[in-house]
């Protein structure tokens, strides 16, 4: 794959699992193709899989606020999920279904070149991070691999029915900010 276009239109047609009998539309992903920073959920929802974006329905809009109180937009990061198409009512990925999709999220991680990765929710940790990941006990906490660094936070729908746990999402999201700074400080002075 030479770009995310060309990956995308693979996305759409792909029948690699069950999913691809339910979706209306498969939702690829989408923001800034050089972000320093991605987001990954767990899988679309319905608003998204009726509308074919990621993040559109009230959790969307939720994450939409929670990037602008750390002064970022939906155009300066990149934002997808484990699946690209709708679990039946929204249920969590089955293993088999993620592991169907995850080669077009390594594919989209390859293009992007992220610096940052973030993992929306217990699921998606899961995928990413380590399988024995607990989003109560590991989330706010960095990793490196490679040339990556990954961090978990709560999934904006989990905060919807936890609003209790927006502090600590805060905690992570300005710590999300704070290691942005200092990769482009450290960037700048190099060059």
């Known amino acids: 794959m ?12 792909c029948q690699k699992c069950r999913l691809h009998e339910t979706r209306i539309n498969a939702v690829f992903g989408e923001g800034f193709q050089n972000a320093t920073v991605m987001f990954i959920g767990e899988g679309p929802g319905f608003s998204e899989d009726k509308i074919g974006r990621s ?68 699921v998606a940790s899961k995928y990413i991070l380590d399988n024995d990941f607990k989003i109560s006990r590991d989330r706010g906490k960095w990793q490196q691999k490679g040339n990556i660094n990954f961090i978990a936070t709560y999934h904006p729908a989990y905060l919807l029915r936890n609003p209790s746990a927006k502090r600590e999402a805060w905690e992570d999201f300005k710590a999300i900010r704070d290691k942005v700074k200092e990769i482009e400080n450290s ?4 060059a």
Do not use: H
């Not at 770009?3 to 996305?11: P, R």
């Not at 293993?95 to 973030?118: G, S, T």
């Open 2 to 13: 030479n770009s995310l276009d060309e990956l995308n239109l693979f996305c759409k047609a």
């Open 55 to 122: 993040f559109v329905g009230k959790a969307g809009q939720l994450l939409d606020k929670m990037l602008d109180a750390i002064n970022f937009t939906r155009e300066s990061i990149y934002i997808t999920n484990i699946v690209k198409c709708r679990p039946p009512d929204n249920r969590n990925p089955m293993e088999d279904e993620a592991e169907a999709c995850l080669p077009y999220l390594r594919w989209q991680v390859k293009l992007i070149q992220p610096k940052i990765i973030v993992c929306l929710g217990a």
């Open 187 to 190: 960037t700048e002075v190099k």
